[in-house]
């Protein structure tokens, strides 16, 4: 026969192991789910990267970077708007210093990616491994998920990224009269030059 306290106790032993059971299939629930999104976002981006690239490339091959312009000025933005319709988040590019001062500036966990990338690239971390994914809570209590890929200067990128005497005069030209405010320029390859950032809302 068990006593009263026997009882008692071997029942809160019970529930205590039940608890921690369903903790812990909470937790790995949580986990599966964030490396979902996480998986599903890394493709999203580099997809649209590589899209972004290889127009890039030939429009610079077809017409040069005068040409190319176009591509950055308009397919950038249609690409990240038809991507991010498609799956249901926010996509878009941000800069470390930026041209376009409306999508191109950083928010704050924007900024706080950039910075985790500059530091990786200082340490000698390969571009393609990097990647910054949060989860945060809103203040009005809703969830909202956070990722982000660094955006490294290669050779073809001075042409419009470069030292001054890397862009031709068309081109300069042209990047004035689009934005008077371009920030986006002196970075040499192997430089952050940026990130692809998407968010979307957990329900
Ligand atoms: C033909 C000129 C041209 C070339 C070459 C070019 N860019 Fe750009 N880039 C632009 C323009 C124009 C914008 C502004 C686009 C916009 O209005 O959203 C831009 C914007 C960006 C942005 C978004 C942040 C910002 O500053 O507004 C990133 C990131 C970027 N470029 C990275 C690159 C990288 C990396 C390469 C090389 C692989 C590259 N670019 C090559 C013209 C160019």
Redesign the pocket.
């Known amino acids: 026969m068990l006593t009263n306290k026997q009882t008692h106790q071997k029942i809160t032993m019970k529930h205590a192991l039940t608890f921690s059971a369903l903790c812990l299939w909470g937790l790995s629930a949580v986990q599966a789910q964030d490396n979902d999104m996480i998986g599903q976002s890394r493709t999203i981006s580099q997809s649209m990267l590589k899209e972004l ?1 290889q127009k ?1 490339q030939s429009a ?1 091959a077809d017409g040069g ?1 005068v040409n ?2 176009g ?3 308009m397919q ?2 249609e690409i990240a708007g038809r991507v991010s319709a498609q799956n249901q988040v926010k996509l878009s ?3 470390t ?4 001062p409306v ?2 500036v950083p928010n704050d966990w924007q900024a706080k990616a950039l910075a985790q990338f500059d530091a990786g690239l200082a340490r000698g971390d390969k571009p393609a491994d990097m990647e910054f994914s949060e989860t945060v809570v809103k203040s009005d209590g809703s969830k909202e998920f956070h990722f982000a890929k660094p ?4 050779p ?2 001075v ?3 470069g030292s001054p005497e890397q862009i031709s005069p068309e ?1 300069k030209a042209k ?1 004035t009269d ?2 008077p405010n371009d920030k ?1 320029v002196n970075y040499q390859p192997g430089q952050l ?3 692809v950032v998407l968010s979307r809302s957990i329900p």
């Open positions: 690239g890039l610079m970077a190319a312009i591509v950055c000025n950038a933005p590019r941000v800069g210093r930026a041209r376009n999508m191109g955006i490294v200067m290669q073809m990128c042409a419009c990224h081109v990047l689009l934005y986006a030059r940026g990130a």
